[in-house]
């Protein structure tokens, strides 16, 4: 069995070692500081962040990695795909002001911004899925897709529809055109539980396909047939009324996320980056962020996408929750697991067992702490 090496830095820091310091020599001793990117673009893949969301990886951070990068004779970029749900992020022209809104300018980061699929999300490479078991072909927007390397710099979190997201979300999910999106989402079928709507009608406001009404008795419905799978509405329901899909649907969406990271990452370099801190119980799309589960742990890096992200579940299993957040409110004994318990519908580890069957890494890591 294969067995990668994942390496961390926990978040103390002294005058001598501020922490951009430590995430210098954390990029070094995990391999960034190996890849041949001279005279490269380098694709940085980040999310910026929905505005009203505080829980984004901060742009401070971001400089170090695009310093040492184009140390190294690189030419790097900050990227990130169009939104398939309403809101900040949906084309081109809202996504770099509310990324520039969010604090991601060229003097907090040293690079510039480059939407990945376009001014409206149409502009995609259809690249090669080998081995694939849901698609042949992956449309990844072309500014990802073109790139000579790719660098993920991954929030740690949970999420509503596959359990957490992390480096394979990120990539997969997250350099998917708008097309892309909906292949990765259509197998989502959210749902209202009648008993807990209000009739507030705020996800009637926020679905982007017109797929949801109410009904003659004030409670909010789904047109399945309309539905894009995005589950919009559960993040903006503030009631628990909107539900995501069941396990199943859980399950076949992260293998399909897996096989679009697959074509995103062969046939280039690659170095990933997941920070552990702010972990909030949902994906950074929402225009809010909940309580952190855990406290904050570090900063993680590896070559190997897959063992990275298994690395960080086992780290927030590890670490004691947090009272008074979402994990309280639904009751968690103290220990195990902690995405599962907050997203019972969710299946993160057919995402990572995907992986595996398609070479893209190992579940199986060895933790050298820097």
Not at 207 to 233: F, M, S, W, Y
Not at 253 to 268: F, H, K, L, Q, S
Request: hydrophobic letters at 40%.
């Amino acid at each position: 069995m294969k067995v990668s090496k994942v390496y961390w830095t926990d978040l103390r820091t002294t005058p001598d070692t501020p922490m951009p310091v430590k995430l210098d020599r954390l990029l070094r001793a995990a391999g960034l500081a190996d890849l041949e990117l001279r005279k490269k673009l380098v694709a940085l893949k980040i999310h910026f962040g929905e505005p009203g969301n505080l829980s984004y990886i901060r742009p401070p951070y971001v400089a170090p990695v695009a310093r040492l990068v184009r140390e190294l004779g690189g030419r790097p970029f900050l990227t990130d795909s169009n939104t398939l749900y309403s809101g900040r992020r949906h084309n081109a022209y809202d996504h770099i002001r509310a990324a520039l809104e969010n604090g991601f300018s060229r003097d907090a980061t040293g690079c510039d911004i480059l939407i990945a699929d376009g001014l409206r999300g149409n502009d995609f490479v259809l690249l090669p899925v080998k081995g694939g078991k849901h698609c042949s072909a992956a449309m990844i927007g072309s500014a990802v897709a073109e790139a000579d390397a790719i660098i993920s710099l991954n929030h740690f979190k949970g999420h509503e529809l596959t359990g957490f997201g992390g480096a394979v979300k990120n990539l997969g999910m997250g350099c998917a055109s708008r097309g892309g999106k909906r292949f990765l989402h259509e197998v989502s079928h959210p749902s209202i539980l009648q008993a807990d709507c209000t009739g507030c009608g705020s996800c009637v406001e926020n679905c982007a396909a017109g797929a949801v009404t109410l009904n003659p008795e004030g409670r909010a419905v789904i047109d399945h047939k309309l539905c894009t799978g995005c589950c919009q509405c559960v993040a903006v329901c503030g009631f628990g009324a909107a539900r995501a899909s069941e396990g199943s649907a859980s399950a076949v969406c992260g293998r399909r996320i897996a096989e679009y990271t697959a074509a995103v990452v062969r046939g280039r370099p690659g170095f990933h980056v997941n920070f552990v801190m702010n972990v909030s119980p949902n994906c950074d799309c929402w225009a809010h962020n909940d309580a952190p589960i855990v406290a904050d742990i570090g900063i993680f890096a590896s070559p190997d996408p897959v063992a990275l992200d298994q690395a960080c579940v086992d780290a927030v299993n590890a670490a004691p929750a947090v009272g008074g957040t979402v994990l309280m409110d639904k009751a968690y004994g103290g220990s195990g697991e902690k995405f599962g318990h907050i997203h019972p519908d969710t299946d993160w580890s057919a995402t990572l067992d995907h992986c595996e069957l398609l070479d893209l890494g190992s579940r199986a890591y060895d933790l050298v702490k820097v």
